[in-house]
């Protein structure tokens, strides 16, 4: 019985988030620890690639979360925070890419595939509407159907 709980026990602590930010990488001030929060979830770990640096237990997310502290604490606002990361990492860090005119095809390619396939759809339907699909009737099976209609 005792191992049943234990076992239980376990896999209920498995399941629990972790989160990845360390308590000595927390800033003293909680409106700071905040904004830093609230940034290192935008960015995206390098190492893992779908997870945020705030979720992350890779060095370089731990790298990445304290140089957004450290970004925070020299006075530089949030927008300043993060165009420094992305001018060293790239646009790649971000977890949601800007809308601009190199990420256009980007968000735009989810409405351009549902489009064109929607299109496909009517196009192919149309085309077979209408259109018989099997062979006509012999003159035994038309007199057969007729005389089962008639029962």
Known sequence: MMRRFLLALFL???AAP????NPDEMLKDPALESRARAISAELR???CQNQS????NAELAKDLRLLVRKRITDGDSDQQVMSYIVSRYGEFVLLKPRLETKTLLLWGAPILLAVLGGLSL???AR???GQPTGSALTSDEQARLNELLKK
């Not at 972790?18 to 930010?21: I, P, S």
Request: glycine share 0%; with cysteine; proline share 0%.
């Open 45 to 47: 770990c390098m190492v």
């Open 18 to 21: 972790a989160f990845a930010v």
């Open 127 to 129: 085309r077979y509407t």
């Open 53 to 56: 640096i705030d979720d992350s």
């Open 122 to 124: 009517v196009v192919f």
């Open 12 to 14: 209920i602590a498995s």
